[in-house]
Nanobody, 123 residues
Framework: DVQLVESGGGSVQAGGLLTLSCVAS????????IAWFRQRSGEEREPIAS????????RIADSVKGRFTITQDQAKSTVWLQMNNLKVEDTAMYYC????????????????WGQGTQVTVSS
C-alpha cells in the first residue's frame, strides 16, 4: 500500500525556518509525483509545491515563492519542504500527497495523502 509519512513540523517564531520531510513507501517512487499542501484552521486545503519524482521540475505556489523550496532524494524516497522566513500566516497542517496523474498543484490529481504535520508560527 502507498504510504506517505510527514515529519518535521513544530512551533517556531516568525522569521524562523523549518524543514518538513515526507517519506514515501509501498510503491516505485518515480511512478508518482509528490506535492505539499497545507490547511489552515477553518480554511480549504491550499497547494504549496510539487516535484517531478524523476527529477528536474518543481512547482511552487506564488504564496510561498521565494521562501519555500521543495527537494527530493530519489534513493531515499523522500521529499523535503524547506520553509524559510516563516510568517504567522504559514501556521497550518501540512500534508504531502502523491499523484500518478502528472505534475501540478491540482488537489484532485492527488489520490494518496499522509496524515499531516502541524506547523505553528508565532509572532
Amino acid at each position: 500500500d502507498v504510504q506517505l509519512v510527514e515529519s518535521g513540523g513544530g512551533s517556531v517564531q516568525a522569521g524562523g525556518l523549518l524543514t518538513l520531510s515526507c517519506v514515501a513507501s509501498g510503491y516505485t517512487y518515480t511512478s508518482k509525483n509528490i506535492a505539499w499542501f497545507r490547511q489552515r484552521s477553518g480554511e480549504e486545503r491550499e497547494p504549496i509545491a510539487s516535484i517531478y519524482s524523476r527529477g528536474g521540475i518543481e512547482r511552487i505556489a506564488d504564496s510561498v515563492k521565494g521562501r519555500f523550496t521543495i527537494t527530493q532524494d530519489q534513493a531515499k524516497s523522500t521529499v523535503w519542504l524547506q520553509m524559510n522566513n516563516l510568517k504567522v500566516e504559514d501556521t497550518a497542517m501540512y500534508y504531502c500527497a502523491a499523484s500518478d496523474r502528472g505534475l501540478g498543484l491540482r488537489e484532485d490529481w492527488y489520490a494518496y495523502w499522509g496524515q499531516g504535520t502541524q506547523v505553528t508560527v508565532s509572532s
